[in-house]
């Protein structure tokens, strides 16, 4: 699943061209599904409206071609269940959920938040764990007990960085939901584990790597597998010393043709220059590599 980025043009607001340009460039790259207003899409500077035209537009582009999982997100459960109604209205075919993060956790408090976004709407949930960002991981046997209480949940995007947890989940939810990596930089770790996809915001401007290291891992090939993240590794090395994502995502989609501008939104800042630079070559590399092998994976 590629989760898109959210183009904004130099003074903040929503470049709409650029958005039907991702989408478009998503599907064209033959990606299995698209995840507008997640993280990557810095769903936390959008407002109502700038979520539901971003939704609509995605929805119009690919046009029933890959399923659109709408980003509906919100530190407030009541925005979170209208967002979600908004989604389904406009056409989306699932629903990705943060739990709520304002405070510690709480597993009545992160239950009731799924609750009320599963009540507000028909469409299948994938519950979005990612410690780093809410500052707890839900634990495995809660996820159970929302499982069973929350019919409507149908997968989990597991950002965790805990690889062992993963793979308790893998063995504990997997044959109810799909469990799917959502840490791109454990993509293979987490691909050899036994997930069944994995969400990536490379796809916005190289969906062909990815897709090499899926095919490699689904096949077994091992030596393969390992040969192809060798290469993505000096791109996630860049992105956790930076700890700027959107940034390097949407600068490299700058330097691989892209016509949007590296523009994040306040309080995420652009890269450094001499990232940029390094990035630049990070991008040629992967374009040089892709070039090479494409042929003998497809």
Known sequence: MAVSVTPFKRDLSLDEDGVRMVASFLLEGGVDAVVPCGSMGEWNSLTDEEVSKIIEITVDEVNGKIPVIAGVSSTSSIVAARRARMAEDLGADGLLVLPAFYSRYNFLGVLRHFELVAHSTDLG????????????????????????????????????????????RLTRLGD??????????????????????????????????????????????????????????????LRRRSRRPAAIVKQAMVYSGHKIEPTVRPPLTELEENDKELLRRIVRNLEEFCGGQLSDIS
Do not use: W
Not at 130 to 148: H, K, S
Not at 224 to 236: D, G, L
């Open 125 to 168: 949930i994938i519950v979005y764990n990612f410690p780093d960002a809410v500052g707890y991981e839900i634990p495995t046997p809660d996820l159970e007990m929302m499982i069973e209480k929350i019919p409507s949940i149908v997968g989990m995007k597991d950002s965790t960085t805990d690889m062992a947890e993963f793979m308790f």
């Open 176 to 237: 109810r939901i799909a469990v799917l990596l959502g840490n791109e930089p454990y993509c293979f770790h987490g691909l050899m584990a036994g997930s069944p996809g994995v969400f990536t915001s490379m796809a916005n401007f190289n969906p062909k790597i990815m897709r090499m290291l899926y095919e490699a891992a689904k096949d077994r090939r091992v030596d393969e597998a390992r040969k192809i993240y060798q290469a993505m590794s000096s791109y996630f090395e």
